[in-house]
């Protein structure tokens, strides 16, 4: 026991210094430490040509501060800069943000509309050690204002979008008064689209059901939307033939609209009696879980006819080779472009993006989307000569690549 | 009433988003948001739906002892599990000191999520390579000259992207080895076709976008 005590008073005797070394100087210490720390010369110039304005195409709460950097920027004198705001010239100045350095710019986003805000910049160089501060040198800008932010009525950055779409939407709505007027549209022949009877024809042949896959997205995506309009044309062939059609879903508000979509295919042609609720059914939310249940639902059922129609993504291969392999005939459709590579290798016809949104016009053949149609070819025309044009300007050393981008 | 309802409630939150995409200043502003948080709320009853479709699709299976009747028991007992786990681990989350979430490490749902659900789901995307090798057997076949193409395309392009290929190109000049090959047929062929596509994608939006919001595609309400 005794001989315990000594090594236990010889390990604190020898710790002392540790102890010693961790307990924090006085204040005054500090003080003279860290003034003589400040190397010579360290504070960095202000920056320069300070200038604020209100962030334009907002709605009116951010204001904009732009200034040249420090002279002692480049020098990496400056640490960076500090963004400080008062509602008076006099201040008091409290700090709304910081930037790099080299950085020119800010946006202080949490501004009031209608409240006048004085700015200036302190351009700041300090030391860390361990993340701590040991010394800190400043200049500050001269004080600049009174800016106030300000709502806008038109988001002038995207005015080249408004002009787009005013004429798409406009050659599209022309076509569609002409198509009510009787005229009539030719429409190119799409391989997959006219494949769509015969390969529900074929199920019928082969007395085996079809499946039809709506995709990963919810209600919200203008791919579902498009391929729940196919499915009802489909699902109308389908019931003509007395044919069963199963669509697997992944998600509940897919399921209630396919639903309802498929009944009333079934209604129109005279067979509401065959149609059965669980045609259409939910399986999972989960992207993989989803493609496993598909999967395995295909092979356990070998359907004669598969449609992948809708948004898709890394599971799109995966269902569409394992109808493959069971010997389907597959109509796959999708806009999202990195999926369709591994449509085109593994289904038989693929809508390759427009196509599918133009499925249901075709389909149809109804005056009025045929119409909309013919109007969105036009407005392609326009389109392809802005680039054209565009490209030969910008070959020319002329730049107009403003004029194709927006916020 | 059945159809006119929701192609007016569709008219004016389409229009809504056209406007409040130009228009920047209050109310037009929040519109998007009020409208994602309608949708979310409808969104989060709906899941219920689901859920219950399943529920009883898998128990009529059983009862009627159709065929694979074992998937629908695993399903169930899969579903009533984390079900259960997570009710029960929010509960206890909510009582202890300090509280916890029953997503936090440590808890029960956690331990499934981590050993069961992302293994699961890691070996299904696994699968996706042995599917990309089967589907480029196909689609690289030489049958003809636009596959032959093709061919040579996948052939540079796979080449360039590992050691070896600027390895066996080596006695060339850097910038002709076969990695900038490979760059080159990527971001001039490749992004060019990409970007035809792309066009054609966002018109067709806009196109079916505007008829839904007209009213004049309406098949997605149960008729034409």
Redesign the interface.
């Known amino acids: 026991m005794k001989g315990f005590t000594t090594i236990i008073s010889l390990v604190f005797l020898m710790a002392l210094p540790l102890f010693a070394q961790e307990t924090p100087p006085d204040s005054a210490l500090v003080g003279a430490a860290v003034d003589t720390l400040v190397p010579a010369e360290s504070r960095p110039a202000p920056v320069g040509q300070l200038s604020a304005e209100d962030t334009p195409n907002d709605d009116g709460e951010s204001i904009t501060i732009n200034w040249m950097v420090s002279p002692d920027d480049a020098a990496g004198k400056v640490a960076e800069y500090k963004v400080m705001r008062a509602l008076a010239p006099e201040g008091p100045f409290e700090e709304v943000g910081d930037a790099g350095s080299g950085q020119t710019s800010y946006s202080d986003n949490r501004a009031e509309r209608g409240v006048p805000y004085y700015y200036k910049i302190a351009a700041l160089n300090y030391k860390k050690v361990d993340n701590q501060i040991t010394w800190q040198v400043s200049s500050e800008s001269a004080v600049i204002g009174p800016i106030m932010a300000t709502a806008q009525w038109i988001n002038m950055g995207r005015l080249n979008i408004l002009i787009a779409i005013l004429i798409l939407n406009g050659s599209i709505i022309y076509f569609i008064w002409a198509a009510k007027g009787g005229r009539q549209f030719y429409i190119r022949k799409i391989a997959g689209i006219e494949e769509v009877e015969n390969a529900v024809g074929r199920a019928t042949e082969m007395g085996r059901s079809i499946y039809y896959v709506p995709g990963i997205n919810d209600m919200d995506d203008v791919q579902t939307l498009a391929s729940i309009t196919i499915l009802g044309k489909v699902a109308a062939i389908a019931a003509e033939n007395d044919t069963r059609i199963d669509v697997p879903v992944s998600r509940s508000m897919v399921m209630v609209t396919a639903r309802e979509v498929v009944k009333e295919a079934y209604s129109k042609v005279g067979r509401p009696d065959s149609f059965q609720e669980d045609q259409v059914r939910y399986l999972t939310d989960d992207q993989f879980g989803y493609a496993a249940a598909i999967d395995g639902l295909f092979l356990r059922e070998r359907p004669a006819t598969i449609f992948l129609i809708g948004s898709f993504y890394a599971e799109s291969l995966i269902m569409a080779e394992t109808g493959n392999s069971i010997g389907s005939i597959q109509i796959a459709g999708t806009a999202q472009p990195a999926q369709l590579p591994f449509f085109v290798a593994a289904c038989d016809y693929t809508l390759i993006g427009e196509e599918m949104f133009a499925a249901s016009a075709y389909l149809s053949r109804e005056p009025k989307l045929l119409g909309s149609l013919k109007g969105q070819d036009l407005a392609k025309a326009v389109f392809l000569i802005a680039i054209f044009v565009g490209v030969i300007l910008e070959s020319f050393g002329i730049d107009v690549s403003n004029l194709f981008t927006a916020e | 009433m059945r159809r006119e309802i929701p192609l007016a409630i569709t008219f004016i939150v389409g229009v809504s988003y ?1 406007i409040a ?6 109310p037009f ?1 929040n519109f998007e948001n009020w409208f994602n948080d309608w ?1 979310a709320i ?2 989060s009853f ?6 219950l ?2 529920m009883k ?1 898998s128990s ?1 299976k059983i009862i009627r002892g159709k ?2 009747v074992f ?1 629908s028991v695993l399903i169930i007992i899969s579903f009533l599990l984390i079900l259960g786990i997570g009710f029960y681990e929010g509960f206890r989350g909510i009582n202890a000191t300090p509280s916890f979430s029953f997503r936090d490490p440590g808890t029960g749902f956690d331990w499934l999520y981590v050993n069961i659900y992302t293994p ?2 890691a070996t ?2 696994a ?2 390579a042995f ?2 090798a ?3 057997y ?2 690289f076949r030489a049958r003809n000259f636009e596959a032959t193409l093709l061919l040579l395309a996948g052939f540079f392009v796979m080449l360039g992207r590992v050691p070896v290929g600027d390895l066996v190109t080596g006695w060339l000049p850097p910038e002709y080895q076969l990695s900038q090959w490979a760059n080159w047929i990527m971001n001039v062929l490749n992004t060019a076709g ?1 970007r035809a ?5 966002a ?10 919001i007209l009213g ?2 309406r ?6």
């Not at chain 2, 596509?197 to 994608?201: A, C, L, R, Y």
């Open positions: 056209i995409y130009f228009i920047p200043r209050e502003s949708y409808v969104a709906a899941i219920w739906l689901g859920a479709n399943l699709m009529l065929a694979d998937h699961l789901s299904m995307f699968l996706l599917f990309v089967s589907a480029s196909r689609a990409q596509i792309m066009i054609g994608i018109l067709g939006l806009v196109s079916t976008s505007l008829r839904i004049l595609e098949a997605y309400l149960g008729g034409d």
